[in-house]
């Protein structure tokens, strides 16, 4: 007599391979970057050991980073396929009714207030990951280009801005693993465990505990608008050939990002000295 | 009888002969032996004989095969004042091989003057077994086996006549006298290195200030045990030796300088590397630098020294260059001198530091506050519930 329970679509298949990605690329960032962040800590000693040393721990690093870089190249273009071609309301941007929200959950929390907050597709808990993500995605960027091009970068900039960009590198990586540890780990696995992001759906129950505003739109059937074959095609033939350019200059970021320079010898020549003879004996003293 | 007075003649004849023939044997070991006239043919200690009553002579000498000579005076009052003089040691302590009991002195002389010195210096471990071994397993004696007869053995270092007590005997620390004058010493072999070594900011502090402060040739690189500098293990763990010294305030406040140089280069890129090369595999070549990479090995100069400095931007931009071929002027700025930065000194990472020890505790700090707030709601909720039931 199993009857089947009434889901609700949460993430699109794309979304959640999307989601995997970034997950993966995330987790290996901080895996192979942190070490590198406390050399003299025995235990960034043996991860590196077990990455094959510390030149590799860096490559698996630049490789990672590029997997981010394309799937944030992707996710840009996602989004303007969205808000352009589809027009769906952007659901994910912050607003001053975040912050009644938030308020009002930590209140309820206290008990201090009677009501949890009612929210809809994307409550303030979500947002304040999603937008810390880009935060740190752009922030990880700008400084990680820096680092893997010294060069470039102080040929228009000044020499203190590697040390500035490691510095902010680092550092932000400790406050986005720290974030993730804490905010992501507990609001989608420890307060309950929330399979969204891997099955897709969410049951009603969920849905009236955790969205409850997008529920009752769902079923007064106000949600996002179907758009007519017609526009959708205009509007393709427009947003199609921009997407295209647009994908063609990220990925050309990326190369540059990835190729524009040889920052250093990758062979170690001794020094000059060096090459002294070693064997010069002084000319031997007069006979006594 | 004819044949028995045949037999007689003939025995007078063999007689005759032999004493010819061991006469001339004589005249020609006699002739061939030192140049000494009036000797005793026999030296018999028991009988008061003794090395001294020839080697104490002056201007001592034996030509060898090679034409080289062989000085055999030993000076007497030197020797007394030698730490094996002052230790009473006979020659034959050292001299063992039996030959030179008799005189004329039997077996066979050495060819050389190297062949001499490489078979003497085996004695040596009769006493000093622990320098010895070290020494055959340096980079000397490496050197030695695979067959270059120049490498140094003992008495290259240390003249068994002439040498000093070089260690305090209750301590074993070495003399200060002795670190004075040990480049010296290395220089007999080593005098390119020795002249570039004089002219640094060590050498220079060494030989003309008599600045025991300063390392000398075996604070880094050993005294019996030399290791081969050039190899990568030696590279990687290089910057402790430089931070022994450097990293030690009570040394280094006397001239004013940094002691968390090693700290610097740990936090810097380049020396993260290094630290986290050596710790994973000490024998690889690594492409970042070492302390003597920008430095320099034996060259090492003040930072402030027009010429070669590394304060002096030009020259920490040559540095660079090294190993960055197309780096711009700005680009040496990226490398923070060992400072660490303060609003003077490099205030963008400053600042950016500064601002991260803020960002972190508040954002982070507000999500514990908030995840608190969370289960303890939870937990209440449970109590209450329970409470009901």
Redesign the interface.
Known sequence: MSKTIKTYPRFTLPQRIEHVVMLLSFTILGLTGLPQRYPSNGFAASLVSLLGGVENTRNIHHLAAIALMLVTAYHILVIGYKLYVLRVRATMLPSFQDAKDAWQAFTYNLRLTKKPPKMGRYTYEEKVEYWALVWGTVIMGITGFMMWNPITTTRYFPGEFIPAAKAAHSAEAVLAVLAVLIWHMYSVHIKRFNKAMWTGDLTEEEMQHEHPLELAEIKAGEGDAEVDQKTLRKRQMIYFPIAGVLATLMLAGVYIFVQSEETAITTYIPKVEESLPVYAPQTPTPFP | MPLEKNKKQRQKWIVLGFALVFGLLAIFLLGTAENVSAAPLQVDYAKGNKCTDCHAEPDRTLTLDSGE?L?TTIEMDVFAASAHGEADLACEDCHTDAGLRHFPHRGETPKNLREFSLQMYESCQECHQEEYDKTIDSMHGQALEAGDQ?AAICTDCHDPHEQHRLTNEETGELLPEARLHIPETC???????YD?YAESVHGAALTQESNLDVPTCIDCHGVHDIADP?TASY?LQSPNICADCHSDSERMDKYDISTNIFDTY?A??HG??V???E???PD????KPVC??CH????IYSPDNPEHGLAIKENLLDTCQ???????A???????SHYV?DPEH?P??YF??LF?KI??PL??GG??I??G??I???V?NRRKSGAKS
């Open positions: 000579i000085y120049n220089a007999r072999c080593h005098s390119t290195i570039v050039t590279r740990l810097d890129f993260t590397s630290l986290l090369f710790q994973r595999s690889q070549e690594v492409n003597f990479d320099g090995v034996h060259d090294q190993c960055h071929p197309d780096v711009t700005n680009f040496s700025d990226a490398w923070m930065p490099f963008i990472v950016v530091d991260y960002l972190i954002v982070i999500m514990l908030f995840v707030s969370d303890f709601r939870r209440t």
